[in-house]
């Protein structure tokens, strides 16, 4: 995905919009640009790199001037990562600019049809393409050519345009692609999100799919890609400055690590009544009869948002008796799934924008499955399309490897659970008992918390191999792929997931001398049987790091090193024995030098099937 923002008012334009910008550069970072319209000429400025190149960039040009303009940070999908690749782009007709977020996927027709015409292209992209198109339709009217060119296009997109000849006009549009509207006092920032917009107004509006608005400094205009006027709904937006602030902190992903408790406390407060052994979830209140009929659950994510959706499979099934599956969205899409009547799917997600699982849930919706959506972003695509749902509230999470939104997304989880349960078999008493277990999470995440320099020093003594193995079972299998998930996105080492007793079945093959193995061990059902696996291990020469519940002496006999996690049911230990790990990676990726919140080829969120 890419980031967009854009500025119409009286103020110079171009430090405002790259202050905006660089809040946005999690979600993506290969190349960035600028353009602004200063007395009726569009000047465009970009590079490959990060914003930091391009201000880079306009200090030797000797900046851009001009109350409007607009600027990107991208992350390529079609065509290299090169200056000419990156956005905004320009028409070669009519004076016209564009950034874009999304994918057009009929432009290889759009192109032809264009150079026909007689248009050069200068580079690879599906948004020149669009912005060719624009100019091509354009007659006086910016945003009826907009509007024009939108009709014939299939795809996704959040844009800007903007004309040489209109030159205090934006027109912004989206289909697929999140685009919300700032609304100032005689001025406008439109941008991806409202990290970009908080800065200068707290009032903004979100653009629906096929709308489009045309913005000028006395005020805007909506209506669908028809041209049907439509009423936006102007909201106070719900960000604070210090959310999304690193604060003392020396990355973002640090940070969220350490906001995990509080942001836990969050998610719970108000949902949780240990007294009378309920659970109170408003969103979803209206589905209750729904809900208590459901026979059979698939619940659907990719990447750290899959396997909180397979700890609330675990969950799900063992607290509700509900038979229950998580699945990647990119291939429960497209394996022709049967949805019986009574069928629940449940879309776990950060951002709420994640394509896959978007086109998975779009899909089991029209084969009759009641949609339920897990979804941090308020308003987010994922969030709109669901029938009901229930918010992490865990706050802005902008480092790009997902930490404080996975546990928050298994407390959802757990109270999703919990919630049918109750609705079904389960005791007041007993879920009394499991809702003061859940409420002291957060504090006993602190004491892990307090732990992290003894993380970095055990990290340094493994921090130079280059393969690992995370093993767990049962509740912990998801949390070892997700060990292993952080550890390699961030630090670049090579790190395997899967559950202990799979390893013997192949993977063994993999152990040498000083492999480290990472094993969550905790008190369950399944600990004798982690044990023997540990053992195997060690025979063969790996090096092992439990995860293990305090108290436990046993286990030091048989690993090198122990991190331990304070004692809880087991259902709910992924939330606790996934927090060393997580900074385990932290520390891994600081150590090896990487730069923490935008790893190598990464996007926060990917729009892109
Ligand atoms: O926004 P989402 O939760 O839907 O994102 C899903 C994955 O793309 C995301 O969890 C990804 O795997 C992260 N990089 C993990 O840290």
């Not at 248009?119 to 006086?140: C, N, P, R």
């Not at 499979?313 to 497209?334: K, P």
């Not at 480092?399 to 939104?405: E, L, N, Q, R, Y």
């Not at 919140?597 to 990464?602: E, S």
Request: charged letters at 25%.
């Amino acid at each position: 995905m890419c980031g967009i923002v854009a500025y119409v008012g009286s103020k110079q334009c171009a430090n405002l919009m790259l202050e905006g910008l660089k809040r946005l550069e999690y979600r993506g970072y290969d190349s960035a640009g600028i353009a602004t319209i200063d007395q009726g000429k569009i000047t465009v400025v970009k590079t490959v790199g990060r914003v930091a190149n391009l201000e880079d960039k306009l200090e030797q040009v000797g900046g851009i001037r001009g109350s409007i303009g607009m600027c990107h940070t991208r992350w390529a999908t079609h065509g290299g990562v090169t200056d000419p690749n990156a956005h905004p782009h320009t028409d070669d007709k009519s004076g016209i600019c564009l950034i874009h977020n999304g994918i057009i996927e009929n432009y290889v027709a759009l192109k032809t049809y264009l150079e026909e015409k007689g248009h050069k292209f200068k580079s690879q992209t599906d948004t020149e393409v669009l912005a060719m198109l624009i100019g091509e339709l354009y007659d006086g009217d910016l945003e009826a050519a907009v509007q024009a060119a939108l009709r014939e296009v299939t795809g996704a997109y959040g844009i800007v345009v903007m004309c040489e000849k209109e030159p205090d006009t934006l027109v912004a549009a989206r289909k697929g692609s999140p685009l919300m509207v700032g609304v100032g006092d005689g001025e406008f920032v439109i941008a991806s999100d409202g990290s970009a917009i908080i800065a200068h107004t707290s009032h903004a509006f979100t653009l629906e799919d096929y709308q489009v608005v045309k913005v000028t400094p006395k005020g805007f205009r909506t209506s669908t890609i028809h041209n049907v006027p439509v009423t936006p709904k102007v909201q106070q937006l719900e960000i604070e400055l210090e959310q999304i602030e690193l604060g003392s902190f020396s990355h973002f992903m640090q940070k969220e690590i350490f906001e995990q408790p509080k942001a836990l406390r969050n998610t719970l407060r108000g949902r949780t009544d240990a007294r009378e052994g309920k659970i109170v979830l408003g969103g979803v209140s209206n589905f209750a009869k729904q809900l208590t009929a459901t026979r059979r659950i698939v619940l659907t994510g990719q990447g750290t948002a899959l396997h909180a959706a397979t700890i609330g499979e675990y969950l799900i099934e063992d607290l509700a008796r509900i038979y229950s599956v998580a699945e990647y969205g990119s291939e429960f899409r497209y394996r022709n799934p049967i949805i019986e009547e009574n069928t629940l799917v449940i879309a776990v997600s950060q951002s709420g924008e994640t394509a896959d699982t978007l086109a998975a849930l779009i899909e089991a919706k029209e084969r009759g499955a009641l949609a339920l959506g897990v979804v941090n972003v308020v308003g987010s695509s994922i969030a709109r399309e669901t029938d009901a749902g229930v918010y992490l509230r865990v706050g802005p999470e902008i480092g790009v490897a997902s930490t404080k939104a996975f546990t928050g997304q298994v407390a959802v989880l757990t109270l999703l659970g919990l919630y049918l349960a109750r609705r079904r078999h389960m005791s007041g008493d007993e879920c009394s008992d499991l809702i003061r277990e859940l409420e002291q999470i957060p504090d006993k995440m602190e004491r892990i918390l307090e732990h992290d320099a003894k993380v970095r020093k055990v990290t340094e003594k493994y921090v130079d191999r280059e393969n690992w193995l995370f093993l767990g079972r049962g509740y912990n299998y998801p949390t070892a792929l997700e060990g292993a998930l952080k550890l390699k996105e961030i630090s670049y080492i090579h790190a395997e997931g899967m559950p202990a007793a799979e390893m013997k079945h192949g993977p063994i093959a993999l152990i040498n001398d000083g492999m480290p193995a990472v094993f969550i061990a905790n008190k369950g059902r399944q600990y004798e049987k982690v044990i023997s696996n540990i053992q195997e291990v060690k025979s063969r020469g790996g090096r092992i790091i439990a995860v293990a519940t305090e108290g436990d002496e046993h286990i030091k006999k048989m690993a090198d090193d122990v991190f331990y996690i304070p004692d809880v049911p087991e259902c709910l230990s992924p939330m606790l024995a996934v927090v060393p790990l997580q900074l385990m990676a932290y520390h891994a990726a600081v150590i090896r030098g990487h730069d923490v919140d935008k790893p190598r080829n990464l996007a926060k969120s990917v729009t892109v099937e």
